[in-house]
């Protein structure tokens, strides 16, 4: 049996190109998969497919680029067709692709006035020369920016003008059957003969059967057998950009219809998933309120325990909020358990547990000794040991020892674990509740709450209010442990710290899309794969009878890319069909071979 060989003459110009097919998928008329040149030329593209004919083509569904000469007048329809096939190029797909990425950075980087308006407001306060190019470039808003959305939009036209035409040539492509054999095999890539005393129709049969079983598409064509194989790397191409369009669906309906809302629930209390129950809520521009999903929930109560010994102490080890739920309006209540990572999916919408505090519960009395507040205070935690500080205010009911109408504030600071006297500071030397104490100081008059101006629940406006003194004249402030009263001077009332509770704090998420998101990413794995492992290629078998009567087998084959893997298949192919149709004796091998082929 011949030798297989990979090339046929080094010194040869045709035989890096043969008959116009390059072994790395190019199409005979000079142009790669992606539409570029190898050479940059194309001058020998007329030859060389004159020569390969069908054999070497529609290896890629790829779009072709016309030459500069072959560009239309450039009038309004010349320009826009020449614009149309910049968009659609595989090139500007990956260009837009790669400023896509690159314009996400400074989202990632840049504080977003769609996350937290807070840390854009404090941004600009502190770099005034920065803050006014980021505001005017949209980079406070980079994902609803006018230039983000450009690239988007641009990219989304590319790939479903690139996608559509190349899917039809791919579905015709299927229907159709492989090109017949070129004039010349020993100009392919791989290729190997021999001479057998079999009939030339016996060895077409056997190669055909053999090639089927291969799973090859094959098919008798004149004296030689034509079969393709490797189909699903175009399939795999195909379904990869395809992907990519589900994947910028999916994103673009999530920014649109999302919705996302935080809310701090006190252990007891509940929530309904109602626009007035949310602390904070954002949500996108098609979002419709009215279509929030009919849920609630009640926090029965938040467990956390932590590490108390070694270099640890204080890291979380159970960090959980129960809760009872039910979906709709008549729902059956139901119990469950969120955790940091394990959000509680309740009728689309995802609730997931940020983070978690004290409330202090107080009691406030009036100068008559009338209870007129009784609530748990959630406190804001300061560090990982849970030193909060927060503020009590008393806004109705209270009037002093004269009988007239005042606002209360308190100034508070909690820690769970107290350090204990004569260490500095107060603060917590451990998250959990081994040794709460409260510091307290009491103000009178105005909280300013009636001005219409937004206030922080954790900060006291003293402003317009006067700080309580003790009998010396010193600023009255007192520590107390669970159950201790501190009282007002002058007989203006008192306040008590009762016990506490805990607090946990929700974000409640609807993203729609996520699904379809999901898809389009284990498609594009799975379609990327596909295109770089999958070899398209071509294999030929020509059986005739020489002019000796004996005949003479040639086996080619060509790839979409250059691989070792042809040659060793082919090779595997030659030794397969040489077991059916062995080399004739060496009498007979005598004869002239075929032009080109190896003796």
């Known amino acids: 049996m011949g030798k297989t060989t990979e090339t046929t003459d080094a010194t040869n110009p045709e035989a890096e190109n043969p008959d116009g097919a390059s072994p790395d998928g190019a199409s005979p008329d000079g142009t790669t998969p992606d539409g570029a040149n190898p050479d940059g030329s194309g001058s020998d593209a007329a030859g060389s497919e004159t ?46 692709l790669l400023l896509l990425s690159l314009g996400a950075i400074p989202g990632s980087l840049i504080p977003q006035t769609s996350i937290d308006e807070l840390k854009v407001t404090d941004f600009k306060a502190k770099h005034d020369v ?42 015709g492509q299927l229907r159709g059957r492989p090109p017949g054999a070129p004039k010349r095999l020993t100009r392919l890539p791989a290729y190997t003969t021999w001479r057998t005393e079999s009939e030339p129709a016996a060895v077409r049969d056997a190669a055909l059967a053999m090639l089927k079983k291969r799973r090859f598409r094959a098919h008798v064509s004149g004296d030689a057998v034509a079969s393709e194989k490797g189909f699903l790397r175009e399939t795999g191409n195909l379904l990869f950009h395809i992907a990519l369009i589900v994947l910028l669906v999916s994103f673009a309906s999530g920014q649109l219809w999302k919705s996302e809302g935080g809310k701090l629930v006190v252990d007891g209390d509940g929530f309904s998933n109602t626009l007035t129950q949310y602390d904070d809520f954002k949500a996108g521009t098609l979002f419709d309120p009215n279509k929030l999903a009919p849920f609630s929930f009640t926090l029965d109560k938040f467990i956390g325990t932590y590490e108390k010994n070694g270099p640890n102490r204080g890291t979380p080890r159970k960090y ?86 005042e606002q209360l504030g308190f100034q508070t600071m909690f820690v769970p674990t107290y350090a204990g006297k004569g260490k500095g500071t107060m603060f917590s030397t451990f998250p959990g509740l081994d040794f709460p104490v409260m510091a307290i100081s009491g103000f009178h008059g105005d909280l300013g709450v009636d001005s219409g101006l937004p206030q922080s629940v954790y900060q006291l406006n003293s402003k317009h209010m006067t700080q309580y003194k003790d009998s010396k004249g010193n600023k009255l402030a007192k520590l107390l442990l669970p159950g201790e009263t501190m009282k007002l001077p002058h007989g203006e009332g008192s306040i008590q710290f009762l016990g506490v509770k805990q607090w946990a704090s929700f974000k409640i998420s609807h993203q729609p899309g996520t699904e ?84």
């Open 130 to 171: 920065l803050a006014p190019v980021y505001d005017k470039l949209g980079l406070f808003h980079v994902y609803s920016s006018v230039w983000f959305s450009a690239i988007y939009i641009l990219l989304f036209i590319s790939l479903i003008g690139c996608i559509v035409p190349r899917t039809w040539q791919f579905v």
């Open 320 to 405: 959980e909020a129960h809760v009872t739920y039910s979906e709709g309006a008549d729902g059956k209540d139901k119990k469950g358990v969120i955790k940091v990572n394990t959000p509680l999916e309740v009728d689309g919408s995802k609730v997931y547990l940020v983070s978690h505090g004290y409330a202090p519960i107080v009691a406030v009395k009036d100068a008559r000794g009338k209870e007129i507040y009784r609530d748990a205070v959630p406190l804001l935690p300061l560090d990982s040991n849970a030193t909060s500080t927060g503020a009590i205010k008393v806004m109705d009911g209270y009037r002093d020892a004269a009988g007239k109408k």
């Open 516 to 599: 379809f998101a999901l898809v389009g990413a284990l498609a594009a794995i799975a379609g990327l794969a596909g295109s770089l492992f999958i070899q398209r290629r071509r294999v030929w078998v020509r059986a005739v009878r020489g002019e000796d009567g004996v005949t003479v087998v040639e086996m080619a084959g060509l790839g979409r890319s250059e691989s070792a893997k042809l040659p060793e298949e082919l090779a595997d192919l030659a030794a397969k069909l040489h077991s059916v149709a062995p080399s004739a004796p060496d009498s007979a091998a005598s004869a002239e071979t075929p032009e080109g082929a190896e003796k």
């Open 51 to 96: 020569d390969l004919g069908a054999a070497g083509s529609q290896l890629s569904t790829a779009p072709k680029e016309d030459p500069v000469s072959s560009l239309p007048a450039m009038g309004v329809i010349g320009w826009i067709r020449w614009f149309w096939r910049q968009l659609t190029s595989m090139r500007v797909a990956l260009l837009l």
